[in-house]
């Protein structure tokens, strides 16, 4: 009877000293895992990703670890480095937003500007999205020949990457084509890009002058109308002119011809 007694205490001797080694474990881990905590909470994400990634699946540890890291790379600004970390992580803290941050930044780094603008967009007033997005659509707008809205985009991007840069290379461009289309004589687009160049480069005294030769060009025309007897679109050439020499006499010249009543009505 004494050796089985014996065997009994034995055995719950051997099951309280495992319990002990157990609990002796847990207790470690529950440590290392508060200061991996402390680690993070002060902002030193590379030292708690690291302490978190020696806990294994202990708690939250795993998560805790990716997202440490991406938080080191997206510090960092490496933000195609960061983002597979917050793809793990979308449901955890800011993870979606930064996810979709750094998704945004991979589609810009690949020159897929349209798409990075609307990512960017997405993300309201969050970072700097809205410079960014600013940025991208301007890229997108100079390849397409969108000259107004990428000089609206640059300038809302200014101090984002080269925007200041490409908006001056922007500026000479529409310069150039401008006055391209006032050697061709057309003076209409001439005039668009001149007006959208604002101040520089003399442009208000060129668009003043390509709108003067553009008027005085519908002038002509209107008067070849009348040579071809097409008084109705001589009429209406010059009521579209009025204000510019006598095209509103002319105007009426032609009503009274087609029988238009042109008398103010009261």
């Known amino acids: 009877m004494r050796g089985g007694k014996t065997g009994k205490?034995?055995?719950?001797?051997?099951l309280l000293c495992l319990l002990a080694l157990l609990t002796s474990g847990c207790g470690d881990k529950t440590a290392a895992y508060d200061k991996a905590?402390?680690?993070?909470?002060?902002?030193?994400?590379?030292?708690?990703?690291?302490?978190?990634?020696?806990?294994?699946?202990?708690?939250?540890?795993?998560?805790?670890?990716?997202?440490?890291q991406?938080?080191?790379?997206y510090e960092q600004e490496n933000f195609t480095a960061a983002e597979p970390y917050f793809v793990k992580t979308r449901d955890f803290m800011y993870g979606d937003l930064r996810y979709r941050f750094c998704h945004a930044y991979a589609l810009e780094e690949a020159e897929q500007f349209s798409e990075a603008a609307?990512?960017?967009?997405?993300?309201?007033?969050?970072?700097?999205?809205?410079r960014r997005a600013a940025y991208c659509t301007a890229r997108a707008a100079m390849a397409s020949?969108?000259?107004?809205?990428?000089?609206?985009?640059?300038?809302?991007?200014?101090?984002?990457?080269d925007a200041e840069a490409r908006l001056d290379v922007l500026n000479f461009e529409i310069y150039e084509?401008?006055?391209?289309?006032?050697?061709?004589?057309?003076?209409?687009?001439?005039?668009?890009?001149?007006t959208l160049l604002g101040d520089r480069y003399n442009a208000t005294e060129y668009a003043?002058?390509?709108?003067?030769?553009?008027?005085?060009?519908?002038?002509?025309?209107?008067?070849?109308?009348?040579?071809?007897?097409?008084?109705?679109g001589a009429y209406d050439?010059?009521?579209?002119?009025?204000?510019?020499?006598?095209?509103?006499?002319?105007?009426?010249?032609?009503a009274e011809l087609l029988g238009i009543d042109v008398t103010p009505q009261e």
Do not use: P
């Open 9 to 14: 205490r034995m055995v719950v001797v051997i």
């Open 208 to 232: 003043r002058a390509a709108k003067n030769l553009m008027l005085e060009q519908a002038y002509l025309a209107a008067e070849q109308m009348i040579r071809d007897g097409d008084l109705q």
């Open 177 to 194: 084509h401008a006055t391209a289309y006032m050697d061709a004589m057309d003076y209409e687009h001439a005039l668009l890009l001149f």
């Open 145 to 161: 020949g969108d000259y107004e809205a990428a000089l609206v985009g640059f300038n809302e991007a200014e101090g984002y990457r």
């Open 37 to 68: 905590l402390a680690l993070f909470a002060q902002g030193e994400y590379a030292d708690a990703a690291a302490a978190f990634s020696k806990l294994g699946d202990f708690l939250q540890a795993e998560t805790y670890a990716a997202y440490s």
């Open 118 to 130: 609307q990512w960017y967009l997405e993300l309201g007033e969050y970072e700097d999205a809205a």
């Open 237 to 254: 050439q010059f009521s579209a002119m009025a204000g510019f020499r006598d095209a509103a006499s002319r105007a009426d010249e032609m």
């Open 70 to 73: 991406g938080l080191t790379y």
